[in-house]
């Protein structure tokens, strides 16, 4: 079996440090002759801002990388992209030739280059990137690029306007936390960075629930599915068998796209200033009503769940990879977009290239033992090539 390895979640952007692109480049250098998977967001199109740069662009920047990728498939290694929630369009039909092109490959060389809009299969190992698994960032369907998720939205809408990048990987955080963050971080720029957020907010609660056109992006998709399965090695009845498991997108609804954004929890602390500004003034029956109603409502919503989102994206990656394993039968499942770097029996996730934590950056090697695929964590050292 040729050496197969898995990463994931590089966010790759024309401000990307080039410490990370570098320690990519060197990894992809040491694994010559391998087949490399990237489990999805390779790139990071959504914090590019606009006008959208091309991928040449991103790699007149990171020129180490494109040439270490272009040396790779020329000496007879392979790339395989799985489109992510933040670089949908490596699945388009017209990606590979623009990538190949972008890295000056000759023809022999583009036979070992491929992406998809959904998964890769190989046998029994399943690999994508696993965002639909994740309602706040998955697709209306996996085969269609349409309306952005809440997730991706929220990087175009506020975090490339505001250069606010150390939010990108910090969607644990509750608003109160971010929103004292911004003012200690941003100085005076604070106010702009949280009306963007305000704005952004308002956007997405304007393109959800009736205004989102999930039955539309679905109803195409489907109508896909009979043709990418004809390629994939799985049938379409499996696919859609998948498909009917996954949870609706958030956006789908208003009430969740509102309470996601903790917008419900921002109410509650403006009845409660209400209510001291009517202390204030004399009008205490107004005030105690608001106050009472400001708390009780804050108390019940801390109860329920104090934080909606930390954690629950590691859980229902773990809970997708369990489908797929049923459904497809397959041995191995490997996915990314937790950035939480896992290895189980059935299950695998290199975590994130870009933001792992401590001095090592984490990825995934696969073999066969006994004819079954089975995965190992591996890990780099920032800064230095070699495993």
């Known amino acids: 079996m040729r050496r197969t390895l898995v990463v994931a979640d590089v966010h790759l952007t024309r401000t990307t440090p080039k410490d990370i692109s570098r320690d990519l480049a060197r990894f992809v250098a040491d694994a010559r002759g391998a087949r490399i998977y990237v489990a999805?967001?390779?790139?990071?199109?959504?914090?590019?801002?606009?006008?959208?740069?091309?991928?040449e662009a991103v790699f007149g920047v990171h020129d180490e990388l494109r040439r270490a990728l272009a040396e790779h498939l020329e000496g007879g290694g392979e790339l395989r992209l799985a489109a992510g929630n933040h670089d949908a369009e490596v699945g388009?039909?017209?990606?590979?030739?623009?990538?190949?092109?972008?890295?000056?490959?000759?023809?022999?060389?583009?036979?070992?280059?491929?992406?998809?809009?959904?998964?890769?299969?190989?046998?029994?190992?399943?690999?994508?990137?696993?965002?639909i698994f994740d309602p706040d960032n998955a697709p209306g369907h996996p085969l269609v690029r349409g309306a952005p998720a809440l997730g991706v939205r929220?990087?175009?809408?506020?975090?490339?306007?505001?250069?606010?990048?150390?939010?990108?990987?910090?969607?644990?955080?509750?608003?109160?936390?971010?929103?004292?963050?911004a003012f200690t971080r941003y100085g005076v720029r604070g106010p702009y960075v949280v009306a963007t957020f305000f704005r952004a907010a308002f956007s997405a609660l304007a393109n959800a629930g009736p205004f989102y056109d999930l039955h539309g992006e679905r109803a195409e998709g489907d109508a896909r599915v009979d043709a990418f399965a004809e390629g994939s090695g799985l049938s379409a009845e499996v696919l859609r068998a998948v498909?009917?498991?996954?949870?609706?997108?958030?956006?789908?609804?208003?009430?969740?796209?509102?309470?996601?954004?903790?917008?419900d929890r921002v109410a509650f602390t403006l009845t409660l200033l209400a209510a001291g500004g009517f202390a204030l003034s004399g009008r205490k029956k107004t005030a105690l009503?608001?106050?009472?109603?400001?708390?009780?409502?804050?108390?019940?919503?801390?109860?329920?769940?104090?934080?909606r989102y930390a954690g629950k994206v590691v859980e229902r990656l773990g809970h997708g990879a369990r489908l797929v394993a049923e459904k497809t039968s397959a041995d191995l499942v490997v996915l990314g977009h937790a950035h939480h770097a896992e290895v189980t029996d059935k299950y695998a996730n290199p975590g994130s290239f870009s933001f792992a934590p401590g001095e090592e950056r984490t990825f995934v090697e696969l073999d066969e033992r006994g004819g079954r695929f089975r995965a190992e964590l591996r890990a780099i050292a920032k800064g230095r090539a070699g495993p």
């Open 92 to 131: 388009d039909p017209s990606f590979v030739a623009e990538l190949a092109s972008v890295l000056g490959l000759g023809a022999k060389a583009r036979s070992g280059l491929a992406a998809t809009p959904w998964f890769f299969r190989d046998r029994g190992l399943h690999v994508e990137h696993g965002h």
């Open 40 to 55: 999805g967001d390779l790139f990071d199109r959504s914090a590019e801002g606009e006008p959208l740069p091309s991928f």
């Open 154 to 181: 929220f990087v175009h809408d506020f975090i490339a306007p505001t250069g606010a990048y150390a939010f990108l990987n910090r969607n644990a955080k509750l608003p109160l936390e971010l929103f004292v963050e």
């Open 289 to 307: 009503a608001l106050a009472a109603i400001g708390a009780g409502c804050m108390v019940s919503s801390w109860t329920s769940s104090y934080n």
């Open 243 to 263: 498909l009917a498991e996954v949870d609706d997108p958030t956006l789908r609804s208003l009430g969740d796209t509102f309470g996601r954004l903790y917008l």
